[in-house]
């Protein structure tokens, strides 16, 4: 990692680390949101923010509408869908943040499996080390309350395969101007996931959850939507989309992994969550997987004395949780 953030300016390294520091806080936000409203529709009223000024504002993505649905209902309905359900259901704050990066090696899995692309050694050792990690965890609470926090985890992971999907749709829509897409993406979930909303929650809890807005509970469950959707949706995105454009991928995504650090050490400062060892050394080896697995092949010079680019690393990020 360090042999290759040094060619990254000063200030844009400063504008990756803001977006990581803004990613991490996200989780906290989301766990004050998931207080005051019900999960599935927190997920539409998420989307349905930026969805509709996109419409009435944002030019269309100029990519194939299949890759649009498919990126949208991956990383926007099935990610948020588990991942919401899980911090709703116990699932700790800061470890969501962490586990959902098995959104890396199930990228790196499925886009050779579906994608026919060659897994290289370092990638194959980095999958491998991520998933012990996330196994670790796993395991670990499997063993806690007669096993009954193990399920939050589980959904967790399948959040982090429904971002895999999206992914996977985003590398194959190849768009011209990502963040139109990443935009765009934002129109298919809330009409879905309203439909699941009111049919599971029911119009009785979600009335509920608009009656007491003015309250502390209410006031602070709005401050946390509105951090999602304009600090880490709107502003992070838009920033990290700019600095993937000018550098390749593999000097920039190794700061995602600063997410998880931020969002675990601010779900200790603001929402008082301990972190197991155990789970904490798990999840450094997560870490070292992705790490190792998205790190980019060396290039060497051309015979001209320029340096050879190619294919950026094959995990890379487009938005956050």
């Known amino acids: 990692m360090a042999g290759t953030l040094g060619t990254v ?49 944002v030019p269309l993505p100029g990519v194939p509408w299949r890759w649009v649905v498919g990126y949208g209902a991956g990383f926007g309905v099935l990610q948020f869908l588990f991942l919401y359900v899980a911090m709703d259901t116990g699932m700790p704050t800061g470890l969501a943040s962490l586990v959902l990066q098995s959104s890396a090696p199930f990228t790196v899995v499925l886009a050779g499996l579906l ?5 290289t ?24 309350a007669g096993g009954t926090t193990l399920l939050p985890v589980l959904l967790t992971l399948c959040g982090g395969l429904g971002w895999a999907l999206g992914n996977l749709c985003n590398r194959q829509a190849r768009p011209a101007r990502p963040f ?10 809330p009409l879905p996931m309203l439909a699941v909303s009111l049919a599971t929650e029911g119009p009785a809890r979600i009335g ?3 009656t007491t807005l003015d309250s502390r509970q209410g006031v602070l469950a709005l401050a946390g939507l509105a951090f999602t959707v304009v600090v880490a949706t709107l502003l992070g995105s838009g920033i990290w989309t700019a600095l993937m454009s000018r550098h390749p991928s593999g000097t920039v995504a ?10 675990m050490g601010s779900s200790w400062l603001l929402l008082g969550e301990r972190t197991p060892l155990v789970e904490l050394t798990c999840g450094a080896l997560v870490v070292t997987g992705v790490l ?15 340096p050879v680019t190619g294919d950026p690393a094959a995990v890379t990020r487009t938005a956050s949780a």
């Open 121 to 144: 050694g370092r990638q194959a050792v980095g999958v491998a080390l991520a998933v012990a990690g996330l196994a670790g965890i796993a395991v670990h609470r499997a063993g806690l």
């Open 208 to 210: 509920a959850s608009f």
């Open 115 to 119: 994608l026919h692309e060659r897994l």
């Open 9 to 57: 300016p000063p200030r844009d390294r400063l504008l990756a680390l803001l977006v990581a520091v803004v990613w991490g806080l996200n989780f906290p936000a989301i766990h004050l949101s998931l207080e005051q409203f019900p999960p599935f529709l927190l997920v539409a009223l998420r989307f349905a923010l930026v969805a509709v000024p996109t419409v009435l504002l």
């Open 292 to 306: 190792v697995g998205s790190r980019p092949p060396r290039r060497y010079p051309s015979a001209t004395g320029d």
């Open 180 to 189: 139109r897409l990443v935009l765009w993406m934002t129109v298919v979930p």
């Open 254 to 263: 190794p700061f995602s992994m600063l997410v998880p650090v931020v969002g």
